[in-house]
């Protein structure tokens, strides 16, 4: 089956731009989290929607924001943009928020801000 | 809140034992992940614990003590391809998952 789908795989945007990032969970997983991982800080998580709904929100400023849609897909979003943004963004997902199996992670969408 | 700590380097010789250590804190548990990711690439999902004991799969295998929140994952019959970061993650309460800094891994020939 296929893997976790994330696009695009790089991206560069000037200081104060926004971006969009797209992550498509493993068929049948409804639960997805979002991680910001960079070298100093390892990884950070964002948030977690499961059928469409926040069920879990990290540690990071308004600008970052996410939602899910009703096939699961899900989007993140980053406004305003400040060159500490300049990291590895990971979308994992899950069967569930309860699962045992683990989160599947996909390759990442590197975001580069100059 | 979480607090998970790892130590940051591990080198260790192809064919040996290799044990990275976790300890944490947390608000409420809810299991332990262990994660491996090579450079540039995506964690893989290596195991999974959330009753006291030894859990075995091949090669590797991980503990936990939930009274002394700690947990840790051992690398056996080493491999150079075992080299790779290893990512200890928990889930509190509230199901958000937590991930330490992780352990870098250097198998040497």
């Known amino acids: 089956k296929a893997g976790v789908t994330q696009t695009p795989r790089y991206l560069i945007k000037t200081r104060g731009q926004q971006v969009t990032l797209s992550c498509s969970p493993i068929?049948?997983?409804?639960?997805v989290s979002w991680y910001q991982q960079t070298p100093g800080q390892g990884l950070q998580f964002l948030f977690e929607?499961?059928?469409?709904?926040?069920?879990n929100k990290g540690n990071f400023p308004g600008r970052f924001s996410g939602r899910q849609f009703s096939n699961s897909r899900s989007e993140m979003n980053v406004s305003t943009l400040e060159l500490g943004d300049s990291a590895l963004y990971l979308c994992?997902?899950?069967?569930?928020?309860?699962?045992?199996?683990?989160?599947?992670f996909g390759s990442g969408t590197r975001l580069t801000v100059v | 809140g979480q607090n998970i700590d790892q130590p940051t380097e591990m080198t260790a010789t192809e064919g040996a034992i290799v044990q990275i250590n976790c300890t944490y804190q947390?608000?409420?548990?809810?299991?332990l992940f262990w994660y491996q990711q090579h450079a540039g690439e995506a964690p893989t999902f290596l195991s999974y614990?959330?009753?006291?004991g030894l859990e075995e799969k091949g090669r590797f295998s991980s503990f936990l003590s939930r009274s002394k929140g700690y947990s840790y994952l051992l690398l056996k019959e080493l491999q150079m391809k075992d080299s790779a970061s290893y990512l200890c993650?928990?889930?509190?309460?509230?199901?958000?998952?937590?991930f330490g800094a992780g352990t870098t891994v250097t198998v040497r020939a």
């Open positions: 994992a997902s899950s069967l569930d928020d309860r699962s045992h199996y683990g989160y599947t």
């Open positions: 068929s049948g997983h409804r639960s």
């Open positions: 929607y499961f059928s469409e709904t926040q069920r």
């Open positions: 947390t608000s409420g548990f809810n299991g």
């Open positions: 614990n959330v009753l006291d």
């Open positions: 993650a928990v889930r509190g309460r509230d199901y958000k998952l937590s």
